[in-house]
């Protein structure tokens, strides 16, 4: 059974920062393309970033150079590194896994405020 638990969110003031992790199971973070999503109130669920299985990630532009993601395949965990925090950051943030015969797989989300 796949699963991924999402963890790191919190409250910050602008200007700070978080590491969001995303514990996986049942499937390898090394073997699958891996993403980063987030859901602002009242808003649709919108990409951050994704780190594919040979190792490039890609960003979205408003995130771009003040955000990282990576992967331990040790402990088969997904991150988001976010510097540079901004109120628009606020959302909740979601991992997701996509197999290699284009399963999806979600985790429960994790809550980021950004304070101004």
């Known amino acids: 059974q796949v699963r991924l638990v999402e963890s790191g969110g919190g409250l910050v003031q602008t200007g700070g920062s978080l590491r969001l992790s995303c514990a996986v199971s049942?499937?390898?973070?090394?073997?699958?393309?891996m993403a980063w999503y987030r859901q602002a109130p009242g808003k649709e669920r919108d990409w951050v970033a994704t780190?594919?299985?040979?190792?490039?990630?890609f960003y979205d532009q408003s995130v771009k150079g003040r955000t990282s993601i990576f992967r331990s395949t040790a402990e088969n965990t997904l991150l988001l590194q976010m510097t540079s925090l901004k109120p628009e950051d606020t959302a909740v943030y979601y991992c997701?896994?996509?197999?290699?015969?284009?399963?999806?797989?979600w985790g429960q989300g994790t809550q980021v405020t950004v304070s101004s």
């Open positions: 997701r896994a996509q197999t290699a015969n284009d399963v999806f797989h």
């Open positions: 049942g499937i390898s973070v090394r073997d699958n393309h």
């Open positions: 780190i594919q299985r040979d190792g490039r990630t």
